[in-house]
C-alpha cells in the first residue's frame, strides 16, 4: 500500500514559485505513475501534471505548461512539483496520487485523469496574493 504525504505550500506574492513534495512511504512507489491535482473553492479536483514510474514521460495540463515542472528524486522516494510564475489562480489545495495500476500510463487529462489515480495524500495549501 502506498500512502502519500504533500508538503511545501504556503502563502506566497504573484510571481513568486513554490516547490511542492509528494513523500511516498511504500516500498512500490517507484513502479506507479503519479499525478498532482489541484482543488480550488467550489471547484472539482483537477489535473495538473504527472510522471510515470521511470520520470522519463511527462504531462502537464496546458494551465499550468511552461510554468510548473515535475519530477521525480534521484532515489524515486517523492515526486516534486516546482511551481513558477504562480498567479492567483494557481491557489487550491494540491495533492497528488498514485496510479490505480502499476507500470500504468494513459493519456492524462484534465477532465477524466482523477478517475485513474487513488491513495491521495491530506494536500498543501497554496496561495497566490496579488
Known amino acids: 500500500q502506498v500512502q502519500l504525504v504533500e508538503s511545501g505550500g504556503g502563502l506566497v506574492q504573484a510571481g513568486d514559485s513554490l516547490s511542492l513534495s509528494c513523500a511516498a512511504s511504500g516500498r512500490t512507489f517507484n513502479i506507479y505513475t503519479v499525478g498532482w491535482f489541484r482543488q480550488a473553492p467550489g471547484k472539482e479536483r483537477e489535473f495538473v501534471a504527472a510522471?510515470?514510474?521511470?520520470?522519463?514521460?511527462?504531462k502537464y495540463a496546458d494551465s499550468v505548461k511552461g510554468r510548473f515542472t515535475i519530477s521525480r528524486d534521484n532515489t524515486k522516494t517523492a515526486v516534486s512539483l516546482q511551481t513558477n510564475s504562480l498567479k492567483s489562480e494557481d491557489t487550491a489545495v494540491y495533492y497528488c496520487?498514485?496510479?490505480?495500476?502499476?507500470?500504468?500510463?494513459?493519456?492524462?487529462?484534465?477532465?477524466?485523469?482523477?478517475?485513474?489515480?487513488?491513495?491521495w495524500g491530506q494536500g498543501t495549501q497554496v496561495t497566490v496574493s496579488s
Open positions: 510522471t510515470d514510474w521511470s520520470g522519463r514521460r511527462t
Open positions: 496520487g498514485v496510479e490505480k495500476f502499476p507500470h500504468n500510463w494513459r493519456n492524462y487529462n484534465s477532465g477524466a485523469a482523477r478517475d485513474f489515480f487513488r491513495s
